[in-house]
């Protein structure tokens, strides 16, 4: 387990860290979710020890690690630039720590070939990180930092350098490998899109705080703040209220409960379709699937009604 | 026509500032043939010049190596008060004149200087001797080294250093594994043109050596001690030996540059 106690952390006069307080379960898939500046890439590296808190303490495996340099934590961390050893093989890349630790070349050989194995990368062990595309660094840069067997993994926007396609693959295959692999992974992202898909578990952080704790499921419908709910997917707001436009139903005759307004946009989407209302002056977007659509068939300039679908999760918004 | 007036007055600059002068030395040297240029490079006066100049280059190379990298990195990676004015001293060194430097160090490392007077009485001279001539020719080729490597290192950053640090590595294993095979091309650039520069240096050598001859006589202190001497033959000879290996320095120097160290 990573227990985070009441850390602190300023850079001059920029807070980034503000008492922050987590517990990161052993073998768990943890995402640091938020807006960049958030502070989550800062406590990614004093969980790493890269960076030093300036009051508070870090637990790893319940040892007290808050003092411990980054040599003897037993982390690996990637970057989201892949901080690759441009002038090595990917071989050697992977084998770095080994070598550091003087373990037996035999050994240091079974090793990196199973983990570039596992990372799908046999066929370029003698190939520069120059000769790989960002995909392939990132994937090499996981197996260099998964050589040295960490209790921890740790990940600072690991895709975020990566165009849109690859990125998805490699989500899906970051999953894959913690089914294999178990390690405690960490990963920053300020893509709730791929928190939700990747981790079992998310902790929202924005301005140096955490603002919730939870499992995908759990903050999406049940969200602890206005801003965790519109962080974590799409809201819009009827009569001083915060919904999901999935969660809005659109009627053609006036109903109970139901607030009259004026169809200014229907856009199809694909799948989904998008309406946009104004109530009373006040723009209000509905999603409705393609058949839904059809189904009510308005166009801009018709009169509706609108109102929250029963299971709704609503926020009455306090200003 | 513009143009080739202006690639003719490029070429006329060049051939008498640079063609005309060092093919004149060449001429010069072989008009005789090869056999007097042999016995005056072999003179005793000369091979002890020439062992002086080796000498002093290497020290001064290998403390300006160590001294730049660990500035570069200073500079680079640190901020602290007074690095601006650490920035301009460090381009103050090739700026100021060095028979300007030559008589500082003997303002500071003289006999009859404090420090200088205190270093006599424990047996070390540094003015009027190689320790001088060292100090003085590091003193001229300070920024070439620093100026080389930093924006290299600047480049390619801290976080290759880092992760060596999550991987295990010391912080010193790290630099030596990692950052430094990563700057090797820009410190072997730097390195030969400190080496350049300390093989020619004249004035700031000249100022601190007292030129004793075949004691504290470098080969370009050589050159124009025999000119003055009229032994013309072994000032050509020397000054060709050291154009020749100044073409050579140029030559490594082209190799080094085009290798980009940061893909």
Known sequence: MIRVDRVCKTFGNFVALEDVSVDIPTGSLTALLGPSGGGKSTLLRI??????????????????????????????????HYAAFKHMTVFR??????????????????????????????QFAQRYPAQLSGGQRQRMALARALAVEPSVLLLDEPFGALDAQVRKELRAWLRRLHDEVHVTTVFVTHDQEEAMEVADSIVVMAEGKVRQVGSPDDLYERPASDFVMSFLGPVTRVDGELVRPH??????????GAIG??????????????????????????????????????????????????????????? | MAKYALRASALIYLLFLLVLPVGVICWKTFAD???????????????????????????AVLANTLFGVGTAVLLVRHDFPGKR????????????????????????YGRFAPVGGWLSERGIDVIFSIPGMVLATIFVSIPLVIRAVAPVLQEIGIEQEQAAWTLGARPWQAFLRVTLPGIRWALAYGVVLALARSLGEYGAVAVVSGRLVDQTQTATLLVEERFQNFDPQTAYATAFAMAVIAVGTLLLINLLRPKEDVQ
């Open chain 1, 47 to 80: 969980i790493a020890g890269l960076e030093q808190a300036d009051s508070g303490m870090i637990e790893i495996g319940g040892e007290d690690s808050t003092r411990v340099p980054p040599q003897r934590r037993n982390v690996g961390f990637v970057f989201q």
């Open chain 2, 33 to 59: 043939g090869v056999g007097p240029v042999v016995e005056s490079l072999s003179s005793p006066s000369a091979l002890h010049a020439f062992k002086v100049t080796a000498q002093v280059a290497l020290f």
């Open chain 2, 85 to 108: 004015i650490l920035n301009a001293l460090i381009d103050l060194s090739i700026a100021v004149s060095p028979v300007v430097v030559g008589l500082a160090l003997i303002l500071v």
């Open chain 1, 93 to 122: 890349n992977v084998a770095f720590g080994l070598q550091i630790r003087r373990t037996p070349k035999a050994q240091i050989r079974r090793r990196v070939e199973e983990l570039l194995e596992l990372v799908h990368l046999e």
């Open chain 1, 261 to 319: 307004g004026t169809v200014q946009r229907v856009v199809p989407l694909g799948f989904e379709v998008r309406i946009d209302i104004v109530i009373d002056g006040v723009p209000v977007w509905a999603q409705l699937t393609r058949q839904e659509a059809r189904r009510l068939g308005v166009r801009a300039g018709d009169t509706v009604y609108v109102r929250t679908a029963d299971h709704a999760q609503v926020r009455s918004l306090s200003a």
């Open chain 1, 247 to 256: 969660d809005l139903t659109v009627l053609r005759d006036p109903t109970e």
